[in-house]
């Protein structure tokens, strides 16, 4: 049994975050209980192609409905790895995000930004076997919301990733390269490293765009990475 | 200057937001997009083990629930087993039981729900076998990264009482905190875990 390098707490943010105002109720109050990595959590699903549509990963595509979606074509690429370099195939890799307006496709938001028709602003896809995933879209727009009186999220893409163990589960957001919003963000500030800010910030990849046609972003995603087992642990103890 | 160590950084969390609806349970924002959902529904007919019920509120720091968490879980199948080769106990993979499950909390009552079999006890570190449990990790708006917790079932005492995980918990009050009640709805078992933020109930959270 493989265990993970614990959560590293001087990169991952706090639970309470006063600037981020939602996360003060939201946050426990007790120090949380470090548990060494048993069966339980060094497991996880294991999803397939079969979990996935053809479409799923083109978001220019995949809630076309007789038209393509307004705003600037990218793909976003890169890979998962984990903190020794080695890549995380077959991983379930699940995004999100407004349209190009800044508008979500959801019931709760009510920002004036209109709906695209054409588009969604989901998809997912599986990381290969060198931990490489890919998809198509639209790059998002900023939009305000109620943090402070004006406060605005920059352009991001959330990411849900899984990684082989249920431990290496993982919620993020991925910035673009140049945008002034990203300094100015309660939410981007709950993480108080500047390198760590930085390693969310996707640069433009022009080479691996497609030429007249659609730009591209890339970015890495480093998941937990697993302790060689240099002197037996006995962990199952048979 | 000593040598350097080569690892990566890992990538930061941050929180799922509001709208984690759209891209998790598409279904739950408003809208249908994808063939296949992941959804609450652990079990097919198929599936080998006792039919329970998984549910709670997600409540937060002023005991409000938090009607736009979501909650994923975790768990061995009825022998004990986990659908994942990180597993090597000798035990059967249950074919028609992924183990892993998904749900928003609804937006009116609060509630996540999850269908899915009791599970079966699982070998723990050196030897001692853990209680029966399921894996909690829940995300929102505030909640800059997942948390989790564990889920035990408050009719298996004996083996409650040896388990490894729960005997670290140093207050019996919060020890509590981590076990499900069981009870009966229409012949069926369910079990009430609700997820506390802050105060007296606080929820056990861990760092694992």
Known sequence: MSEFYQWDRAIQPKAF?????????????????SLENSLSEVTGPVFNHH????????LIRNYAHGGDPIGERIIVHGRILDENGRPVPHTLIEFWQANAGGRYRHKKDTYLAPIDPNF????????????AYFFRTIKPGPYPWRNYVNSWRPAHIHFSIFGSGFSQRLITQMYFEGDPLIKLCPIVQ??????AVERLIAPLDLNASVPLDTLAYRFDIVLRGTRSTLF????EGN | MPQELNYLKQTASQTAGPYVHIGLAPGRAGFDIFDHNFGHIMVTPQTVGERIIIEGLVLDGTGTPMRDALVELWQANAAGKYNNPADTQNKPIDPHFRGWGRSPCDFETGFYRFETIKPGQVMGR???????????WIVARGINIGLQTRAYFSDEEAANAADPILNLVEQDKRRKTLIAS???RDGQAVYRFDIVFQGENETVFFDV
């Open chain 2, 126 to 136: 050196n030897g001692k076998p853990m209680a029966p449990h399921v894996s909690l």
């Open chain 1, 190 to 195: 709950t993480i108080t490293d500047p390198a």
């Open chain 2, 182 to 184: 069981r009870s009966e």
């Open chain 1, 120 to 131: 969604g602003g989901c998809g997912r896809c599986l990381s290969d076997d060198n931990g």
């Open chain 1, 51 to 58: 979990d996935i549509g053809p479409l799923d990963h083109d």
């Open chain 1, 17 to 33: 975050t006063p600037d981020y105002k939602t996360s003060v109720l939201r946050s426990p109050k007790a120090a949380l209980l």
């Open chain 1, 232 to 235: 037996e642990n006995r962990l």
